[in-house]
């Protein structure tokens, strides 16, 4: 079974732009969830999607946005980017919502922001 | 408030030596508790959850819910084991996990 795929793997952004990233689960899962990785703040919850609802919610501001499709593959997009988005995000998908999946995570995404 | 705290950034032992890494937890309910751990270049993957009571690599944790603590424990460290650990808990009917700073391990040779 193919595991988590995340594109792209780096990304180098400028103040003030938007970006998309993207996380195909592995095929049958139906959840997906979104971290964000920095050295200061370690990882942080970002949101969670289980059947193209949003289930979950971190404390980011409303820049960061998410959606699932019916595919269960996901993208979050963060807008009018600032230094501080710069960080590894990681996507983790799990079977569903139960105690009893394990969730899998990607490769993750570097964003850059200059 | 939810939160997890690991207290040491960084673990270095020697080759052979017991390991136990720290991890202590507030949360009003009853969490699952998770072990994840990171190699050099490797994506993030579970090593342990409370629920399962096993022994994975030789690694074991359990919950203490009087001291709020899911220490990982290894009596002889590995070379292999050099990583990061990341202690995380579970709360609720979702899949959001709440994240310790992590500890590095290093094992000497």
């Known amino acids: 079974k193919a595991g988590v795929t995340q594109t792209p793997r780096y990304l180098i952004k400028t103040r003030g732009q938007q970006v998309t990233l993207s996380c195909s689960p592995i095929s049958g899962h139906r959840s997906v969830s979104w971290y964000q990785q920095t050295p200061g703040q370690g990882l942080q919850f970002l949101f969670e999607y289980f059947s193209e609802t949003q289930r979950n919610k971190g404390n980011f501001p409303g820049r960061f946005s998410g959606r699932q499709f019916s595919n269960s593959r996901s993208e979050m997009n963060v807008s009018t980017l600032e230094l501080g988005d710069s960080a590894l995000y990681l996507c983790?998908?799990?079977?569903?919502?139960?105690?009893?999946?394990?969730?899998?995570f990607g490769p993750g995404t570097r964003l850059t922001v200059t | 408030a939810q939160r997890v705290t690991q207290p040491e950034k960084l673990l270095s032992v020697f080759k052979g030596a017991p390991v136990e890494l720290k991890c202590n937890y507030s949360y009003s309910g009853s969490p699952e508790l998770f072990w994840y751990v990171q190699y050099s270049r490797q994506r993030l993957q579970l090593l342990l959850r409370?629920?399962s009571r096993e022994s994975i690599k030789g690694f074991t944790a359990d919950l203490n819910k009087g001291e709020t603590s899911f220490h990982l424990k290894k009596p002889f460290a590995q070379e292999e084991d050099s990583a990061m650990y990341y202690c995380?808990?579970?709360?609720?009917?979702?899949?959001?996990?709440?994240f310790g700073t992590g500890t590095l391990l290093a094992v000497q040779p």
């Open positions: 983790a998908s799990s079977i569903s919502g139960t105690r009893t999946y394990e969730q899998y």
């Open positions: 995380a808990l579970r709360g609720g009917a979702t899949n959001k996990l709440i």
């Open positions: 409370h629920i």
